[in-house]
């Protein structure tokens, strides 16, 4: 008896996950955008994470704008 109630749980979730995708709204950015925007939020992770560690005047300066530049790329793709 417990297998028939497994067997129904099991069904009532691949029912639920149809529906989900069903109704899941499309994605609105092609995946080329999608792609570069989650490359530039890496990219501006590890700089973030450089410059908490960067002791030099200099490298800390080139490591801001890096941060500015990504971030000014990342409003434009909006």
Not at 5 to 23: C, I, P
Not at 32 to 38: F, G
Not at 43 to 71: T, V
């Amino acid at each position: 008896m417990a297998r028939g109630w497994e067997s129904k749980a099991v069904e009532d979730q691949q029912q639920e996950s149809l529906e989900n995708r069903r109704t899941k709204p499309a994605a609105t950015e092609d995946p080329a955008r999608q792609t570069e925007r989650a490359s530039l939020l890496l990219a501006r992770s590890r700089a973030l994470a450089d410059l908490q560690l960067a002791c030099a005047p200099a490298h800390r300066g080139m490591l801001e704008q890096a941060l500015k530049d990504l971030d000014a790329r990342l409003a434009a793709l909006g």
